[in-house]
C-alpha cells in the first residue's frame, strides 16, 4: 500500500500564492505549473519520501537547479548512477550520515537499464507478447531497490526525488511495480518545441556510417532517446513522427534488429505514407532480409514520388539482381548512373551484374568507371580480377587482386581468389601462400579451407592438406567431399583405418546423390586393389 | 548458527535473528534461502512449536490467522521452459506453504487465479476467494451510491482532526469533484490513495478544485497507459464492451497490471454475479 499519508500534508498548507520563478522565463505555463506541485509536495513532505520526475537529462538539470534555489536552507545531494550502479541505498545512507541532507536528486538510472534485454522490447514497437517475452530477470539496482524499499523508508527520512527519461518509468512499472507505487507523486516534464525542433535538426544530419560506430548501449541510449520525443511531439505533426520513426528504424538496422527496424519503418510510412526516405529505409532492410520482391515495391514507392532518388534505382537493381533477374537490374542501374555519375557502388554492382550475363569485357568496364571515380573502392579490384580471370587474363587478374589487397590487406576473400588464380597457373606454392595469408585474417572460412587443402595435397604436403581438411569438417562435418578428400589424404600417409573409418563415415551419412556412390564405390575400389598388392 | 536441532525458543531467538537480517541485508535473501533450503522441515516444525505455544496463550475461542501480504504483486518471471515463478512459488511449494498449523492468508497474483493452473491451485488449496474491488459503478456504468459511499468513508477516515470536524465540504470544492475521484479510482483502494495524494501535490490551498483532481487522473492515466502495449487496446476496448474476459494470457496480464477490473455482486435471487471493465482512468483512451 501506498505508506504516506496523504492526511498529514494539510498541516502545512500554507496558502501562499503559486510561485514565481526569478530567471525561468523560459518555462512553458504547463512546466511551470508542474514544477510548482513539485516544489509544493517536496517542500510540504516530512520524513521519507518519493518522487518521480520524468524529464529529459538536460532538463534535468535545470530542475535540480530550481529546486536548489527555491529551498536555500534545504540541504540537497545529487546521486548520479552509471552502467556499473547496482545499488544506491548504501551510497544515500553513508552520505546521509556525514552530510545530513534532506533532499536527494538521483540521475542516470537509465544507465543501468540500457543493457538488458527488456530494454530493446521498450525501445521497440514489436508487438510480441509480453508475457510470452522470456524476460532477463529485473535488473540489479530495481531488485535492490524492491529490496530495500523498507529501510529506505525507516532510515532515510529524505525527499528522494529520480530524474528519469520516459522508458525508465515504463521499466519501473513494469518491473518494479512496488517500488514505484511507493510514489508520492509522478511529474512528467515535456521539453519545449524549440527544443524538439533543434533535437530534430541536428538528427536528421545523421550518416548511417555514424550509426555503425555506435556501441550496442550506445544505440539503444539513442533509440530511446528518439521513442521518447515521439511521445513528446504534438501528436499531429505526422510528418516528424514519420521521420523519428525512420531514424529509430535506421537504428536498429544499424545493429542488425532488422525485424525491429521494419517496424519501424512500417509505422514510419503508417504516419505518412509520403516519407519516401522511409520508404528507402525500408527497401534497405526487406534486402537484409532477402524479402527481394517486397524490397523492389518498395522501391517502387520511392520512386513513384522522387524518379531522381537514384539510391532507390541501386536498391532496386541489387534486390533484382538477388533475383537473378539481372538484365532488368542491369536497366535499374544505368537509371541510377544516369542521375548520379559517380554512384560508383552502382557501377561496382553493375559489373557484377554484367558477369552473370558473360558480359565480361562490359564489366570490366563498369569496374574501370567505379575505380576511376574511386581508386581505394577495393571491391571493384577484387571483382574487375574476377572478371578478367573468366577472360583467362590471368596474370591482369592477379595485378588487379593484388590492388585491392594493397588497399585493404584484411581482404581475405580477395586472398583466396588470388590464391585461386595461382593455383590454376600451377603456381602451387604461391598459391597456397595465398590461401594461408587469407585464412590467417578468416580462419573458419570453409571454402577456404578446402581449397587451400586441395593444393596442399597436389604438392604432396599431405599431412598439412589433412590438417585443413580437418578444420573444414569442424565447420561442416558431414561433407561428402571433404571427407573423401580427407580419405585420399590419410591413405597416402599410410593411415589406412583411419581412411577405411573416413569411408565408413560417409556411408553412413548415406547421400542421395548418385555421384557420392559412384566416387566412394571407385574410391574403395581403388583402395581395396591397393590394399591387396600391399599384402 | 545451527539450523539441525532447533527448539522453540532457540527458533524464535533465530527467527528473529534471520528476519532481521533479511530486513537490513536484502541482499542476503538468496543466500539464505539456500542455507535453509535443507531444513525446510525442521523450520516448518519449528514454526508450529511456535504456534502451538502461542496459541495456548490465545483466550479461549480465540483463533490465529497469519496474513501474508503483497504476494499478489510478485513481478513474473518466465523461466525457459515456460514455466513462472508463480508456479514455483505457490504450486511446487504447496506442502510448506501449508503445513503451519492455522489459519493462513495468502495473497496471490490475480493472473495465477485466472491461469491454466486454477484447477490445480483449487485442488492444493481449496477454492481461491478473490477480493475484487468496489463497485463504484454499476455494470451499466451508472454510479452506484453504496460503493461510492464506501470510497468516501476510506477518504474521511484519513483526514487530519482539524478537518474532520469541518466535513468533507471544506476539503473539496462540490460534491462532484469528490464523487469524479472516487469514480476514477476504480474502486481500486490503492488507486484511491494514490489519486488522493497526487490531487494534494497539485492543490495550494483548499478546498480542492476540479483542475487538482483531473491533473491527479491524468497523471495515473498516465502510468496506466504504459502498461498497454498498442495492440491490446483492441482487447480492452471489447472488454468495456462486454463486460467480459476471456481466459488467455493477454487479459490475464491486464487482471495483474489493473488495467482491468474486477467486479462482484450478489443478485436480487442471491446468485454471484462477476463482472470485469477497464480501469476508468483509461476509459479516456479507448
Known amino acids: 500500500m501506498v505508506k504516506q499519508l496523504w492526511g498529514k500534508e494539510f498541516d502545512k498548507f500554507e496558502g501562499q500564492s503559486p510561485a514565481i520563478f526569478e530567471g525561468l522565463d523560459r518555462w512553458s505555463p504547463e512546466l511551470e505549473e508542474e514544477l510548482s506541485d513539485l516544489l509544493r509536495a517536496v517542500r510540504r513532505k516530512k520524513g521519507f519520501s518519493l518522487f518521480f520526475v520524468q524529464c529529459s537529462p538536460a532538463l534535468g538539470e535545470r530542475i535540480i537547479e530550481v529546486i536548489r534555489e527555491r529551498f536555500p536552507q534545504k540541504k540537497l545531494a545529487r546521486f548520479e548512477l552509471d552502467r556499473e550502479s547496482k545499488t544506491l541505498y548504501r551510497e544515500l545512507i553513508e552520505s546521509y550520515q556525514t552530510k545530513q541532507f534532506e533532499i536527494a536528486c538521483v540521475t542516470g538510472i537509465e544507465q543501468t537499464l540500457y543493457a538488458y534485454e527488456d530494454t530493446k522490447r521498450l525501445a521497440g514497437w514489436s508487438e510480441q507478447d509480453i508475457y510470452n517475452y522470456s524476460w532477463k530477470g529485473v535488473p540489479p539496482l530495481l531488485s535492490h531497490l524492491n529490496y530495500h524499499r523498507e529501510l529506505f523508508e525507516e532510515n532515510l527520512p529524505v525527499a528522494l526525488i529520480f530524474l528519469v527519461p520516459r522508458f525508465a518509468i515504463d521499466y519501473f512499472v513494469q518491473r518494479a511495480p512496488d517500488f514505484f507505487d511507493w510514489r508520492s507523486g509522478f511529474f512528467k516534464f515535456m521539453e519545449s518545441s524549440e527544443d524538439l525542433q533543434k533535437y530534430f535538426h541536428e538528427l536528421v544530419s545523421q550518416k548511417y556510417g555514424k550509426y555503425l560506430d555506435l556501441t550496442p548501449e550506445q544505440r539503444m541510449e539513442k533509440i530511446l532517446e528518439i521513442k521518447d520525443k515521439i511521445f513528446q511531439i504534438d501528436p499531429s505533426d505526422n ?3 514519420s521521420n523519428l520513426l525512420r531514424e529509430q528504424g535506421r537504428l536498429f538496422e544499424s545493429g542488425g534488429s532488422l525485424v525491429q527496424a521494419l517496424e519501424c519503418h ?8 509520403k516519407n519516401y526516405n522511409a520508404w528507402h529505409s525500408k527497401s534497405c532492410v526487406l534486402h537484409s532480409l532477402e524479402r527481394y520482391e517486397e524490397a523492389i515495391q518498395s522501391c517502387d514507392r520511392v520512386l513513384e514520388m522522387q524518379p531522381s532518388y537514384y539510391r532507390a534505382w541501386g536498391n532496386r537493381g541489387k534486390a533484382l539482381y538477388n533475383l537473378q533477374r539481372y538484365e532488368e537490374a542491369i536497366e535499374s542501374y544505368d537509371r541510377a548512373l544516369e542521375i548520379q555519375p559517380n554512384y560508383y557502388y552502382a557501377w561496382n554492382n553493375r559489373g557484377i551484374t554484367l558477369r552473370y550475363l558473360k558480359q565480361y569485357e562490359e564489366a570490366i568496364e563498369s569496374y574501370d568507371r567505379a575505380l576511376e571515380i574511386s581508386p581505394d573502392f577495393h571491391p571493384a579490384w577484387n571483382n574487375r580480377g574476377i572478371a578478367l580471370y573468366c577472360l583467362k587474363r590471368y596474370e591482369e587478374a592477379i595485378k588487379s587482386c593484388n590492388h585491392a589487397l594493397k588497399i585493404d590487406k584484411n581482404y581475405y576473400y580477395c586472398w583466396f581468389f588470388r590464391g585461386y588464380i595461382l593455383g590454376e597457373l600451377e603456381l602451387f606454392q604461391e598459391a597456397i601462400k595465398s590461401y594461408e595469408t587469407g585464412l590467417e585474417i578468416k580462419i573458419d572460412d570453409y571454402q577456404g579451407l578446402v581449397s587451400c587443402g586441395n593444393l596442399l595435397r597436389r604438392v604432396n604436403r599431405y599431412q598439412k592438406a589433412l590438417d585443413s581438411f580437418e578444420r573444414a569438417l569442424k565447420i561442416q562435418p558431414n561433407s561428402i567431399r571433404v571427407l573423401r578428400l580427407k580419405a585420399r589424404c590419410l591413405e597416402q600417409l599410410n593411415l589406412r583405418k583411419d581412411a577405411l573409418d573416413s569411408y565408413t563415415k560417409i556411408r553412413e551419412i548415406n547421400s542421395n546423390n548418385f555421384w557420392d556412390w559412384y566416387y566412394l564405390a571407385y574410391d574403395l575400389y581403388y583402395f581395396s586393389e591397393q590394399r591387396e598388392i600391399i599384402s | 548458527m545451527a539450523i539441525e536441532q532447533i527448539n522453540i525458543q532457540v527458533a524464535l531467538k533465530e527467527f528473529a535473528k534471520l528476519t532481521a537480517v533479511v530486513r537490513s541485508q536484502p541482499g542476503q535473501r538468496q543466500k539464505i534461502r539456500d542455507r535453509l533450503e535443507p531444513h525446510t522441515e525442521t523450520l516448518i516444525q519449528a514454526l508450529n512449536d511456535f504456534i502451538k505455544d502461542g496459541c495456548s496463550h490465545l483466550p479461549e475461542q480465540t483463533k490465529l490467522v497469519v496474513i501474508a501480504d503483497n504476494l499478489d504483486r510478485i513481478v513474473p518471471i518466465f523461466r525457459d521452459n515456460g514455466r513462472s515463478n508463480y508456479e514455483e512459488i505457490f504450486l511446487d511449494r504447496h506442502e510448506q506453504l501449508k503445513a503451519l498449523e492455522c489459519h493462513i492468508i495468502y495473497t496471490v497474483p490475480i493472473a495465477l487465479i485466472h491461469s491454466r ?38 477518504i474521511r477516515l484519513r483526514l487530519p482532526a482539524v478537518l474532520k470536524a469541518s466535513g468533507m465540504s471544506a476539503v473539496f470544492e462540490s460534491e462532484e469533484i469528490l464523487q469524479e475521484l472516487c469514480l476514477m479510482s476504480g474502486g481500486y483502494v490503492r488507486d484511491l490513495i494514490q489519486l488522493m495524494q497526487e490531487t494534494i501535490n497539485r492543490t495550494e490551498s483548499l478546498p480542492i478544485r476540479e483542475r487538482a483532481v483531473q491533473r491527479a487522473v491524468d497523471a495515473l492515466r498516465d502510468v496506466y497507459r504504459r502498461a498497454v502495449e498498442e495492440d491490446w487496446w483492441e482487447a480492452l476496448r471489447e472488454v468495456h464492451q462486454s463486460r467480459e474476459i476471456e481466459n488467455n494470457l493477454l487479459h490475464r496480464g491486464l487482471l495483474l497490471s489493473r488495467c482491468i ?15 470485469y471493465d477497464v480501469h476508468p482512468v483509461l476509459w479516456k483512451e479507448l
Open chain 2, 117 to 154: 493452473w486454477a484447477t490445480e491451485l483449487k485442488d492444493n488449496y481449496g477454492i481461491p476467494q478473490v477480493l475484487p474491488s468496489i463497485m463504484v459503478r454499476h455494470e451499466d456504468s451508472t454510479p452506484y451510491e453504496k460503493g461510492l459511499d464506501t470510497m468516501k468513508t476510506i
Open chain 1, 239 to 241: 510528418e516528424q513522427k
Open chain 1, 266 to 273: 512500417d509505422r514510419a510510412l503508417t504516419s505518412n505514407p
Open chain 2, 261 to 275: 477490473l474486477e467486479y462482484r455482486y450478489y443478485k436480487d435471487n442471491g446468485d454471484k454475479q462477476t463482472w
